[in-house]
């Protein structure tokens, strides 16, 4: 996993102002959770940002990282149905994208090593934003200033975790596609190396062919010649 405190990668750089306007919407959606209909849940899953949004499976079903896999699998059922593009004739294209993202995380969260690892970003997030907390408090005190951060707001520090949190879900799935596209690359470079190899064994093949073939006619002719 990447570093806690390192940079994201330009993929991930989200403006802050931006990045709050999302936030405020995320969360004002979370509230009315109990109420969400399913055109509210499609929004919610395909809206501008939701690329980053859903690339945490525990946000995009909305459950806490401590849940059990029978609170995975019913809460998987409530929402699949309710994104289902059978259910939404009227917006089939944006229910599929809702859909998909949906059975993707549900996926994730039941195979215990995605699970762990996402339950893993998500710590690194929250142990990320003590850690500059604690380092601002201890600036402050050099300086002979109230150790009062804004941080200390308890929901300013969910929004801290959870910016920080994202930002670390971006950064490796930047990480992952750019080792598939490598992947890929090896792949390929590989797959042209056994292709010219194979040509280069056909044209000795066929060289061989002909030399043997040019010999024997040389043969005969001398045979013939001293006949």
């Known amino acids: 996993m990447a570093a806690a405190g390192g940079e994201p990668g330009t993929a991930t750089d989200v403006g802050d102002e931006a990045f709050q306007v999302f936030y405020t919407e995320v969360k004002q959606i979370e509230k009315r959770d109990s109420v969400l209909t399913p055109k509210q849940q499609i929004e919610r899953l395909t809206r501008p940002g939701a690329s980053y949004f859903n690339l945490n499976p525990f946000e995009v079903l909305q459950l806490d990282p401590e849940i059990t896999d029978d609170e995975i699998k019913k809460r ?3 929402l699949s149905i309710l994104v289902h593009p059978d259910k939404n004739q009227d917006d089939p294209e944006r229910a599929q994208k809702a859909f998909e993202a ?116 040389i043969y005969c002719s001398f045979v013939l010649s001293q006949v």
């Not at 951060?149 to 990480?175: G, H, S």
């Open 76 to 78: 998987f059922r409530q």
């Open 102 to 217: 949906v059975d993707k995380a549900y996926k994730l969260l039941l195979d215990s090593e995605q699970k762990k690892r996402a339950v893993d970003v998500i710590h690194a997030g929250k142990e990320y934003v003590e850690h500059t907390m604690k380092e601002k408090k201890k600036q402050l005190k050099k300086e002979g200033k109230p150790t009062v951060v804004e941080e200390d707001d308890p929901e300013l520090f969910r929004q801290a975790v959870y910016k920080q949190t994202m930002k670390l879900f971006a950064e490796l799935e930047i990480k992952r596609k750019e080792r598939e596209a490598k992947d890929m690359h090896e792949r390929k470079r590989q797959r042209e190396e056994e292709i010219e190899a194979q040509e280069k064994a056909k044209r000795e093949r066929e060289w061989q062919k002909n030399f043997e073939v040019q010999t024997w006619k």
